[in-house]
């Protein structure tokens, strides 16, 4: 009988005894406030993070006038980006207010029509833009064109020095601009940045 038994053993042997299972680590018990101090952290890192862009990369700006209408009007924000930028024709820019004593202590904000090495042309007639003998397509203007008033803002051409560029506002009929003998092609140094995004109001909220 024995025999048999050992023959049984051998052919179904005996299953091992399962493991038992391994105990779950202990959560510790976060402190009181934990949770609001992590918080805080976050919301400081956010801020100081904004911080750091805004004053090295971007900065908030409001226009100053119509002579951007209705592109961008009077009293909107947007932001204006400088990291890296470097100006081309049909960006609009913001200069700073140290760019001509004629416009007094503000900034100009106006849109790129050339850059340096290019010449610029009028023709009045037509109210046509022509750079480097191309006439532009302009569809955000606000209106046709007309010679102005002003015998300072009547010159009809202009060459670019390297380094500088000519703006003109998108309401030409109502803008100070390059056309002006007081401003004319603006050193490059005088760019605070292109403007990328218009933020207030929020009807006006979209791309630039």
Not at 163 to 190: C, K, T
Request: aromatic share 8%; proline share 7%; glycine share 10%.
């Amino acid at each position: 009988m024995a025999d048999d038994l050992d023959f049984l053993r051998e052919e179904f042997p005996e299953e091992p005894e399962p493991a038992p299972a391994p105990e779950e680590p202990k959560k510790e018990k976060r402190r009181p406030g934990a949770d609001l101090f992590d918080l805080v952290q976050m919301l400081m890192g956010c801020v100081l993070a904004a911080i750091i862009i805004f004053n090295g990369c971007a900065r908030v700006t409001r226009v100053d006038g119509g002579s951007m209408d209705n592109t961008l009007e009077n009293g909107e924000l947007m932001i204006i980006w400088s990291l890296g930028y470097h100006p081309k024709a049909g960006d609009i820019v913001v200069f700073n207010k140290k760019s001509t004593d004629f416009f007094g202590d503000r900034a100009l904000v106006k849109r790129v029509i050339a850059t340096g090495g290019q010449r610029v042309e009028i023709d009045y007639t037509t109210g046509t833009v022509y750079v480097d003998g191309l006439a532009l397509d302009e569809p955000y203007i606000k209106e046709p064109m007309y010679l102005p008033a002003d015998p300072l803002e009547q010159a009809t051409s202009w060459e670019v020095p390297e380094g500088s560029v000519f703006v003109m506002g998108d309401n030409r009929n109502n803008s100070s601009d390059g056309r002006h003998s007081a401003l004319g092609p603006i050193d490059e140094s005088y760019i605070l940045g292109r403007a990328v995004l218009a933020v207030w109001p929020v009807s006006r909220l979209g791309l630039l």
